[in-house]
């Protein structure tokens, strides 16, 4: 599986999960504010904190789960893209130089 798939695929459902929660947290500020339980200024200041926090722990997790799938991919020895580069440069001299070798023979 391709690792920028599954990161993509990964942040659309925590986007979709904020968006949702964030809805959520709409209805029942609202049904406070309806209640008498808080008026509109706190049930805004209320989501917009939470909503905030939300936002700045999304970054760690990412971050925490950007590690976890490189590790995951290491321990099933997937190669890293920078090592793929290296083989396919060291293959791409190995070539010149058989063909350097055969040219060589042919002269």
């Known amino acids: ?7 993509r695929q990964l942040l659309l459902i925590g986007i979709g999960t904020t968006s949702l929660m964030a809805d959520k947290l709409r209805e029942v500020t609202e ?11 706190q049930a805004k200041n209320f989501v917009d904190d939470l909503m905030q926090q939300v936002k700045s722990e999304q970054g760690n997790v990412e971050a925490h789960l950007e590690r976890q799938i490189r590790n995951i991919m290491q321990d099933l020895g997937v190669p890293r893209q920078a090592e793929m580069d290296e083989l396919r440069g060291r293959l791409d ?4 130089q058989v063909r350097d070798l055969e040219n060589k023979l042919w002269r």
């Open 93 to 96: 001299r190995l070539e010149r």
């Open 1 to 7: 599986m391709d690792n920028n798939n599954l990161m």
């Open 31 to 41: 049904q406070w504010v309806k209640d008498g339980k808080l008026n509109s200024d």
